[in-house]
């Protein structure tokens, strides 16, 4: 093996000289992750610091009667026990709600429960200690009385009249519904040959951040400020929600984004636990800790998916989809989340069912209930893996009706590559896409005609092996659309500041924040390629409210196409200013001089004139050799939000090779592909491995990953040894490859990549392995994850 | 809750550590909260994600899965003390080549284990490489790029042998 880019680097018309954009650079933050000298939250103790571990409500659903908490309070190292009415004085409840999500509902949250539990694992008593095993001792000693209440699990019967309303204020157990007809979808299926009708099911998965959620609050009483350093993807988000609901002004609050341990959309939203740490802290004065064990980060981290798509298709026999239709059903739990609404997911999947293709004809109905199970809300590549399957699955299942390849089925039916700007069948908005030229691409790059001649070869000798495949589109760089407009103090934009340090390299600092995506190698690639260093002299700052410009942070893939346009607009402008500077030093013209690889040049002839440390010496130290009445303005910052476009989209497709023991159900990975554009390429390496990582986290839900709950609303597997994630022996090589169309929302023309790996993956592999089954005549696999079990049921084998 | 205590001495990356723990606290939290090496990391805590891998004796073993009683008298190691020597520079500076981590919260646990096979000997192929970490969890990068980077040492040491 050779350590290579998978791509050739690709360069624009922007490109200056010793540019590093479209080169892998590697990261500048990894060397000390690899000598274990990085500062994750969970290794952070400050002064004075005390733990906090919850009592957690062992029902789904219960009347909590008492809480008896005198043998707690001398339990050795215990500082203090606190109930939710207690904590209540301090924080304000919330309620996850988005305007633009129009009639969602929900109910008041609290930090720690009152009077009600609505989960199992929902915080109903806090008890702070010296240390978190003190903690844990004082948590055995609290005695909560419970008066256990109907739950309410099923999601099919949420709605049903005898069903109990888990928040009776709100009338019923619907928490948000969206209903869209697009085209003429009667007309559609009356006019097509073939319907092929059926129902996914997408189980429950979480994210399973190897490091898991991790807190420090601050409350100094000296200062009124409060520090917070919490692994989160979002600071200035959390800054906003800690000061509103503790009653400080959000000056008065600083977030600190250290290392984090993975994040994946688990670290983007509000956690009763945590807002129960600061409030902790602020009651008590002194530093809280608080890190979830694995136990609770099961049963309190978002989980995702669950849901149950009836759908429909229509096809010509000459291939042509002529209708589209979902009824989406989905539990999110007893509380939309805070503050970005547990709706979203369900509204992906309207936005994004039959996107990549040009039929019209669509009728949608999505519907989100209240259960009592832990809260859903949103995971990487949010409703795209669900519409991507549905809508995949659909077409594979549509092409074997009719005996059409799969390839060609998508060939007759995607959106030229010629026909942009488009629109998907919900009206979504494509500004440029390249579905055509990345299927040929893929084609090409699996052989795809020899893996069929060898799929055929195989069969003969009782060996079962199917190729499936998954056209996707992607949402990325999200405007104000997203959440801005629906009224959550959510960044769309995001900025850069730069600055000359006094020896001439350049202090970067972001509001896009890191947690192993790259962005810190993205914005310094972008920087020193924007204003002329090496990437050698480039610091990065990020994750530090008091030390950003103020941004929404890292989440939707838009850390590099808007974090890194902020950042080159901010290298040119300080290149503009430092370029000042030297003409009135060198006695020059700007417009003939340059800033490359460290040093004034120039712009002709690229002859230095002036190292930057010797601009940055008078600048600093001598300013009083300047021009009269010249100051050198050696910081500057710029902002971005995409204006043009509500969202960048992506598109791509995915194919998965596998074998099926049809004795056992065992599924083997053998290959899998991924052609992606996500526009400009700023790092091939991170590209490449954020679809990698992504990919292998659609392949977990597809076949393993699954929160299984009981119909008391128990759940039955919240540990690392019963709930499967992949690990390495199971995975497969992943090949990449890329068509670059570039956004013209931007300079850089970046788009995002973080979600496309795992918006194909599952769709690609059910359509494989029902590839696989068909000639033993297996019903179809629709319900994920594809168990050996569930797989030997399809073969009528048990 | 009256925590039995107990006096231990261990060594731990070559420095002789006095300590009295608790009976009941494990290896790893006893590294992280008593001797201040926050490198060997906490994931799942029974055993299953390897974040907490350290070498006891010599062997890689799980901190979470030793109680730090058991080592009194042992030879300790974490990512700290193996960083500080020679022994896996050629294996960090692969993994940064390949992007072999993203988040980095797996990467100690990793490089150990990764290490020991590699100290084995011979150039595993990379089946042989991805069964010896599948008990090591890694949610960011879907393995391949820690095999690869595993893969060019093994083979980097192997033909540095060859040619010595």
Redesign the interface.
Same mark, same amino acid.
């Given at each position: 093996?050779?350590?290579t880019d998978d791509s050739p680097p690709t360069l624009s018309a922007l490109d200056r000289p010793n540019s590093y954009i479209g080169r892998s650079v590697?990261?500048p933050n990894?060397?000390r992750?690899?000598?274990?000298?990085?500062?994750?939250v969970?290794?952070v103790t400050l002064p004075r610091m005390a733990h906090v571990a919850f009592v957690r409500s062992p029902h789904a659903h219960a009347r909590i009667t008492a809480i008896a908490t005198a043998a707690a309070k001398t339990?050795?190292g215990v500082i203090a026990v606190v109930t939710g009415a207690e904590l209540a004085k301090v924080i304000t409840p919330w309620v996850g709600v988005l305007t633009h999500l129009k009639g969602i509902k929900s109910a008041p949250q609290h930090a720690i429960a009152v009077e009600r539990a609505c989960w199992q694992g929902e915080a109903v008593c806090a008890v702070v200690a010296r240390?978190r095993?003190e903690a844990e001792?004082g948590c055995?000693l609290v005695d909560v009385g419970y008066e256990e209440l109907p739950a309410v699990t099923d999601a099919e019967t949420a709605l049903d009249a005898g069903t109990p309303v888990i928040h009776p204020e709100l009338g019923d157990n619907l928490t948000f519904e969206r209903v869209l007809v697009a085209g003429d979808p009667d007309q559609g299926f009356k006019d097509a040959d073939v319907v092929v009708e059926t129902t996914f099911v997408f189980g429950r998965h979480t994210?399973?951040?190897?490091?898991?959620r991790a807190i420090v609050a601050d409350w100094n009483s000296g200062d009124e400020r409060l520090t917070v350093y919490q692994g989160t993807q979002a600071p200035h988000m959390m800054q906003n929600l800690f000061a509103k609901h503790l009653g400080l002004e959000e000056h008065q609050v600083r977030v600190l984004t250290k290392?984090?341990?993975?994040?994946?959309g688990i670290k983007v939203h509000t956690y009763a636990d945590e807002m129960a740490t600061v409030a902790l802290s602020k009651l008590l004065k002194r530093p809280i800790k608080f890190?979830a064990?694995?136990i609770e980060s099961f049963v309190t981290d978002i989980h995702a998916r669950d849901h149950r798509v009836k759908a429909k298709i229509g096809v010509k026999s000459d291939g042509s989809i002529t209708a589209w239709e979902i009824d989406d059903l989905t539990g999110i739990g007893p509380y939309s989340v805070y503050p970005r609404t547990s709706g979203i997911e369900a509204n992906q999947i309207v936005n994004l069912t039959g996107g990549p293709y040009t039929c019209p004809n669509y009728r949608a109905r999505a519907r989100v209930v209240f259960q009592n199970k832990n809260v859903m809300c949103q995971y990487r590549a949010v409703g795209h893996p669900i519409a991507t399957a549905v809508t995949e699955g659909l077409v594979e299942l549509a092409a074997a009706q009719i005996g059409m390849d799969p390839l060609e089925i998508r060939r007759r039916n995607l959106i030229p590559d010629d026909a942009h700007p488009s629109s998907g069948p919900s009206g979504i908005k494509f500004e440029a896409l390249s579905h055509h030229e990345s299927l040929a691409h893929l084609d090409a790059m699996m052989n795809y005609a020899g893996l069929r001649a060898e799929q055929k070869r195989l069969r003969a000798q009782g060996i079962y092996r199917g190729i499936g495949f998954a056209s996707f589109v992607e949402v990325t760089n999200p405007s104000a659309a997203f959440y801005g407009i629906g009224g959550a103090k959510i960044s769309a934009q995001d900025g850069v500041t730069i600055r000359l340090d006094a020896q001439g390299a350049i202090i970067c600092q972001t509001g896009v924040t890191e947690?192993?995506?790259?962005a810190e190698a993205v914005i310094a690639q972008v920087a020193a390629s924007s204003f002329g260093v090496p990437i050698d002299r480039v610091r990065i700052i990020t994750g530090d409210t008091d030390n950003t410009p103020y941004g929404g942070g890292t989440w939707a893939s838009r850390a590099a196409g808007i974090g890194g346009e902020a950042a080159w607009q901010a290298g040119k402008a300080l290149r503009a200013n430092v370029l000042a500077c030297a003409a009135s030093i060198l006695q020059a013209k700007p417009e003939n001089l340059d800033i490359r690889n460290g040093a004034i040049v120039d712009s002709g002839t690229g002859t230095e004139r002036l190292p930057l440390h010797e601009l940055a010496r008078i600048a600093y130290f001598r300013p009083d050799t300047l021009p009269p009445g010249f100051q050198a303005e050696l910081m500057a910052t710029r902002h971005y939000v995409p204006r043009a476009w509500p969202f960048a989209f992506t598109n791509g497709i995915q194919a998965s090779y596998l074998e099926v023991d049809t004795e056992s159900g065992f599924v083997t990975l053998l290959k899998h592909w991924c052609v992606e554009d996500c526009g400009t390429v700023i790092n091939p390496?991170?590209v490449d491995?954020q679809i990698?990582?992504?990919?292998?986290?659609g392949l977990g839900g597809a076949l393993f990953e699954h929160c299984i709950y009981d119909e008391r609303g128990q759940l039955t597997n919240g540990?690392?040894?019963d709930y499967l994630?992949?690990?390495?022996?199971?995975?497969p090589?992943?090949e990449i490859g890329h068509v670059v169309t570039p956004t013209a929302d931007s300079e850089l023309g970046a788009k995002g990549a973080g979600e496309a790996?795992t918006a194909g993956a599952p769709g690609a592999v059910m359509n494989a392995i029902n590839d696989a089954l068909r000639p033993l005549g297996a019903k179809p696999l629709t319900d994920m994850p594809f168990t050996p079990g569930r797989i030997l049921q399809a073969l009528d084998r048990v | 809750?009256?925590?039995q205590v107990h006096d231990i001495i261990m060594t731990v990356n070559g420095e002789e550590t006095r300590a009295t723990v608790?009976a /009941?606290?494990t290896l790893v939290d006893f590294l992280?909260?008593d001797a201040a #090496?926050?490198?060997?990391?906490?994931?799942?805590?029974?055993g299953?994600?390897g974040?907490c891998s350290v070498r006891v004796d010599g062997a890689v073993v799980r901190g979470c899965l030793m109680l730090a009683v058991q080592c009194d008298g042992a030879r300790v190691e974490?990512?700290?003390g193996v960083?500080e020597t020679d022994e896996i520079t050629d294996l960090?500076e692969?993994?940064?080549? /390949?992007?072999a981590?993203?988040?980095?919260?797996?990467?100690?646990g990793m #490089?150990l284990t990764a290490q020991e096979l590699l100290a084995a000997g011979g150039v595993p192929s990379?089946e042989q490489?991805?069964?010896h970490?599948?008990?090591?969890?890694?949610?960011?990068?879907?393995?391949?790029?820690?095999?690869?980077?595993v893969?060019?040492v093994a083979?980097a040491r192997h033909s540095s042998r060859e040619t010595r």
């Open positions: 093996m050779k350590i590697p990261r990894l060397a992750l690899t000598r274990g000298r990085a500062q994750f969970s290794d339990s050795p240390t095993a001792d055995e994210g399973v951040t190897n490091e898991a290392d984090v341990g993975g994040s994946f890190v064990d694995r947690q192993g995506q790259g390496q991170l491995e990698r990582g992504g990919v292998v986290q540990n690392m040894a994630v992949p690990m390495a022996a199971e995975m090589d992943i790996g | 809750m009256n925590a608790d /009941r606290k992280r909260d #090496l926050t490198g060997s990391h906490i994931g799942c805590e029974h299953v994600c974040a974490t990512i700290e960083a960090q692969a993994f940064i080549a /390949r992007n981590l993203q988040c980095g919260y797996c990467t100690p #490089l990379r490489i991805r069964v970490l599948s008990g090591n969890y890694c949610r960011c990068t879907g393995y391949q790029a820690i095999v690869d980077a893969e060019a083979q």
